[in-house]
């Protein structure tokens, strides 16, 4: 039986979607289609909403297709089934952890999880990925109170918002999800390169101008 990674917002039409179709891109990147299922869903979400415009064309541009999206709730049932949870705000995380058994010791806000295991060493984790979110939904929850911030762990909820704000939480979830996913899925394999190369990449950070010298 494949192992589950659920994605969490509030609506389940802006950020989850993108998240999924991300990690969803890592899973296919790596051939690990038929181990590893990707799903979405949101805290308050109705059932049978599109994807939010922004998000779809931004999909778009990474090359992958939000147009079939339909929003749905968290039920008990896709807690239960999911072995990961990654909340986009630390309210969604807050509000699911005590919904199901042992839902704290496997949910995450996806900043969060990022934060708590930088410092993993691929190499020495599980092979199988099923052992292998099990084994770092562990580690993570073991090192959450030695890693206390008050920093929030979200990701900005761009529904309502500008295109601007849209594609800077694109570009967010880009780079959490590019840091994450080779933690979670394992390394491309060699002959998987090319696949790799498809994928939607940090954005550079640019450079600070410098300031011109004036004579005085």
Known sequence: MPTQLLLVCTANIARSPLAAALFAA???????????????????????HAAAGPSIRIAEGWGLDLSSHRSRPVTQELLETSDLVLTMAEEHRDVLSGRAAGMAQRCFTLPELRRLLRDTEVAELPPTPVDRLAELAERAHRRRPANVTTTPQDVRDPYGRSDEVYAEVAAQLVELVSAVAPVLFGPVPADRQAAAARLPSPPSTPRPRRRRRTDR
């Open 26 to 48: 890592h899973v296919r990147a790596r051939g690990l289609d038929d181990q590893i299922t990707v799903a979405s869903a949101g805290v308050r979400a109705r059932e049978g």
